[in-house]
């Protein structure tokens, strides 16, 4: 199965961003507006089995995105920092014709203020120009959303 890894460094502590990600449904839409209208918990509460629904701003649509995207949460790893989530319905599966898409967001500790984003990502179907503008896209995205976290989270210490 295809797969693709991406890691960005973070100025702030592992259990520190870990902990922030806890309110990422509520902060990620106001710190994203232009990208992210809305994220949705459909089923769950946060542990193995949740459904959450993401919803994507028309202006983040117009730039080759998807109007949404449904998650399933597999696994979570409370000590690791690590969790495990599959697209169910729209995302990439719905833009990119996959018929699987499964990802690890990991937050692993590089020293005692610094941390580091390690996503890695497996997915079958869709064509060879559609992996390679989901995984740049996926890239793109993830280096933002969490670039602009890391400075929501330094500028609230």
Same mark, same amino acid.
């Given at each position: !199965? /295809?797969?693709?890894?991406?890691e960005v460094e973070l100025g702030v502590s592992a259990p520190t961003m870990w902990n922030s990600l806890k309110d990422q449904?509520?902060?990620?839409?106001?710190? !994203? /507006?232009e990208a992210i209208a809305s994220i949705e918990m459909i089923q769950g509460a946060g542990e193995p089995g949740t459904?959450?629904?993401?919803?994507?701003?028309?202006m983040a649509t117009a730039n080759g995105g998807f109007a949404f995207v449904k998650e399933k949460l597999l696994s979570i790893d409370l000590e690791k920092f690590s969790a495990v989530s599959e697209e169910v319905e729209g995302g990439n599966k719905g833009a990119f014709g996959f018929t699987k898409w499964v990802h690890e967001i990991k937050i692993v500790p590089v020293d005692d203020?610094?941390?580091k984003l390690v996503f890695?990502?497996?997915y079958e179907g869709g064509s060879e120009d559609a992996a390679s503008k989901a995984v740049a896209r996926a890239k793109e995205y993830l280096t933002k959303a969490f670039k602009t976290f890391e400075e929501h989270i330094k500028s609230s210490a």
């Open positions: !199965m /295809p797969s693709f890894q991406h449904n509520t902060l990620f839409p106001k710190l !994203m /507006p459904i959450r629904q993401i919803n994507f701003t028309p203020k610094t941390s890695s990502a497996e």
